[in-house]
Each structure stands twice: as structure tokens, then as C-alpha cells.
T-cell receptor, first 116, second 114 residues
Framework: AQKITQTQPGMFVQEKEAVTLDCTYD???????LFWYKQPSSGEMIFLIY????DQQNATEGRYSLNFQKARKSANLVISASQLGDSAMYFC?????????????WGAGTKLIIKP | EAQVTQNPRYLITVTGKKLTVTCSQN?????MSWYRQDPGLGLRQIYY???????DKGDVPEGYKVSRKEKRNFPLILESPSPNQTSLYFC?????????????FGPGTRLTVL
């Protein structure tokens, strides 16, 4: 069965430091996609970055990058030069290509707090 | 602007009083889905729809109904709400077919059932 694990319930990071948010996943489908979303205190879900299982390179989007280690089934999010506005909940999610209901499977999330 | 809208954003109701949360998207997406978010559990899928008149249960469908009479709308219906349905609800839409297709989320509806 598909599963996403985020082992860090919460993190404190000093402003301007880089931060890595952990995500491991489990699936038997060779074709899948991995997503990271940010949820600020206002509640909306903001898409950050996507990594496909067959992508040869790690995904990057501005200050966000994804450290994709397929053999270890991990897809950690790296935020460079953290800012106060990065304080939020962060969710890792996965979708299998073969999943008939096309749903995203979500981790429990990591609460990131950036300290000034 | 491409978006998913939900209404209401906040709702406090009492046990047993039927309610509907509306969801609408303007991106002509075939696929739409409802999730609920509870602390420590991430998001869990309630119902989904692959196209008009095609709906199916997700992981936590008990106590909910949906309909998909038009492509753009996917309302969530709670016929007899109970306190365990107090949660944050998200509607999402996407193009179907590829694992890579991004799901676009509505702003969320925070429901409290007393």
C-alpha cells in the first residue's frame, strides 16, 4: 500500500539558514509522482515542487529543491536561505500512476518555524 | 485567473442539520476530489469524480455525499453532520491521466459541528 512518512513533527530554524524537511514513501508502482505543498496559517494549500519517479535530475523551483533518492525511497525538500515567511506546515504527497482513484496520499506534515 | 473556489469558508453548525459545501473550478478539469484534513493525519480523500456523473468513494466516505452534474461543480453534502466531521475540507481539481498532473486546491472550508 502507498504510504508517506514525515518523521519531523516540528522544526525550528534560524532565518537565512537552509532547512531540509524529510519525506520517505512506499509504493509498488514504478511510475509515481511526488509533491510538496506548503500550508501557511491561513490554511490554503500552496504547491511548491514536483518530482517524477523517472526524472533523472532533482527538481528545483527557486529556493526549493527536492533531494530525490529513489533507492532509499526518500524525497526530502530543501529550502535554501530560509525566510520568516517560510514558517508554515509542509506536506509531502504522492500519487501512483496506476492508482485508479487518482488520489494524492499525504504525510502528516512538518511544522516549520523560522526564528529571526 | 485559474482557480478552485469553495463556499462557505467557515461554517459552524449543529448535529443533524444538513449542509452543502460548494466547489467550483474554472479550468475545465475532468477530475475533482474532496479531502478532509485532521491534525496529525494529513489529508484524506473523501470522494472523487473522474468526470460528469462519475463519482466514487475515497478512503473516508462515511457520512458524505457528492454529485457531479456539471463539469465545473462538485458539491459535498453532509446529510446529518456529526461532531466527528469537524474538520478542514479541501476541494481539488486536475487533469486526469498522469501522475505528474498538479492538483489545484480550493482555499478550504473550516467546518465545526456542535
Amino acid at each position: 500500500a502507498q504510504k508517506i512518512t514525515q518523521t519531523q513533527p516540528g522544526m525550528f530554524v534560524q532565518e537565512k539558514e537552509a532547512v531540509t524537511l524529510d519525506c520517505t514513501y512506499d509504493t509498488s508502482d514504478p511510475s509515481y509522482g511526488l509533491f510538496w505543498y506548503k500550508q501557511p496559517s491561513s490554511g490554503e494549500m500552496i504547491f511548491l515542487i514536483y518530482q517524477g519517479s523517472y526524472d533523472q535530475q532533482n527538481a528545483t523551483e527557486g529556493r526549493y529543491s527536492l533531494n530525490f533518492q529513489k533507492a532509499r525511497k526518500s524525497a526530502n525538500l530543501v529550502i535554501s536561505a530560509s525566510q520568516l515567511g517560510d514558517s508554515a506546515m509542509y506536506f509531502c504527497a504522492m500519487r501512483d500512476q496506476m492508482d485508479s482513484n487518482y488520489q494524492l496520499i499525504w504525510g502528516a506534515g512538518t511544522k516549520l518555524i523560522i526564528k529571526p | 485567473e485559474a482557480q478552485v473556489t469553495q463556499n462557505p469558508r467557515y461554517l459552524i453548525t449543529v448535529t443533524g442539520k444538513k449542509l452543502t459545501v460548494t466547489c467550483s473550478q474554472n479550468m475545465n478539469h475532468e477530475y475533482m476530489s474532496w479531502y478532509r484534513q485532521d491534525p496529525g493525519l494529513g489529508l484524506r480523500q473523501i470522494y472523487y469524480s473522474m468526470n460528469v456523473e462519475v463519482t466514487d468513494k475515497g478512503d473516508v466516505p462515511e457520512g458524505y455525499k457528492v454529485s457531479r452534474k456539471e463539469k465545473r461543480n462538485f458539491p459535498l453534502i453532509l446529510e446529518s453532520p456529526s461532531p466527528n466531521q469537524t474538520s478542514l475540507y479541501f476541494c481539488a481539481s486536475s487533469l486526469p491521466g498522469l501522475a505528474s498532473n498538479e492538483q489545484f486546491f480550493g482555499p478550504g472550508t473550516r467546518l465545526t459541528v456542535l
